[in-house]
């Protein structure tokens, strides 16, 4: 199958850390991405972790990846009020495909 | 310059309207998509080119017809639409058709139809 699942929404207190959860279910993915949508825009890549890393850190951001469990997480540390957005996690599904998949979106609303 | 731009930002079209939604970048690459997002849902994809050539179309409706008059540029003509149609349409580009190149999206189009 190529359902990418994450929970619809999260909350939490500026200055907090977030952490954001997607399962997938293709297990030959080689890439898989975060992309952040504001309201009434487009993606915005955030990040993204090759198969063969556990972890991957840029600033802000820590993405974990488990490939046993096909569990991929996102951790935003010292949430900000900017940081409020939906949240998609993506998979290619395939090396020699184009085609990407995205999961269901986790809004993240992000309160003073 | 990571930007893929498209136009119009907005679009509403009647039902019999033909039109033509519009993406370019830029940033030398030659792949280029058609997503289709309703309103809190994911991006579902359309169509694909690689190297100016449509390598996948997700069996859309023949009423969408896609265009690539060159690596920059890519094209959405619209006719005969839905009401259900309605929805956000995001471009975007990769480096290359096919292997693991982030694709970088539009600020998408909200269409309308009535």
């Known amino acids: 199958g190529e359902d990418v699942e994450q929970s619809l929404f999260l909350s939490v207190r500026e200055g907090d850390s977030s952490v954001i959860n997607c399962t997938y279910t293709?297990?030959?993915?080689?890439?898989l991405y975060w992309y952040k949508q504001e309201p009434g825009a487009g993606l915005q890549l955030l990040t993204y972790i090759f198969s063969n890393m556990d972890m991957k850190q840029d600033q802000r951001l820590t993405v974990l990846l488990n490939k046993k469990d096909k569990h991929l997480s996102l951790r935003i540390a010292d949430t900000q009020t900017g940081d409020s957005a939906i949240y998609f996690c993506?998979?290619?599904?395939?090396?020699?495909?184009?085609?990407?998949?995205f999961g269901t979106g986790t809004r993240l609303q992000v309160f003073p | 310059d990571t930007e893929v731009t498209q136009t119009p930002k907005h679009l509403v079209m009647g039902m019999t309207n033909k039109k033509s939604l519009k993406c370019e970048q830029h940033?030398?690459?030659?792949?280029m998509y058609w997503y289709k997002q309703k309103a809190k849902k994911p991006p579902e994809l359309m169509f694909v080119?690689?190297?100016?050539?449509?390598?996948i179309n997700e069996s859309v409706p023949s009423r969408f017809s896609p265009e690539c008059p060159n690596s920059s540029l890519l094209n959405l003509h619209l006719h005969a639409l839905q009401p259900e149609d309605s929805a956000l349409y995001l471009c975007?580009?990769?480096?290359?058709?096919?292997?693991?190149?982030?694709?970088?999206f539009g600020p998408g189009t909200r269409l309308t139809v009535t």
């Open positions: 975007a580009s990769s480096q290359r058709g096919w292997g693991d190149y982030e694709q970088y």
């Open positions: 293709d297990s030959s993915s080689t890439y």
């Open positions: 080119y690689s190297y100016e050539k449509l390598s």
């Open positions: 940033m030398g690459h030659r792949a």
């Open positions: 993506a998979e290619k599904g395939g090396e020699n495909t184009d085609k990407l998949i």
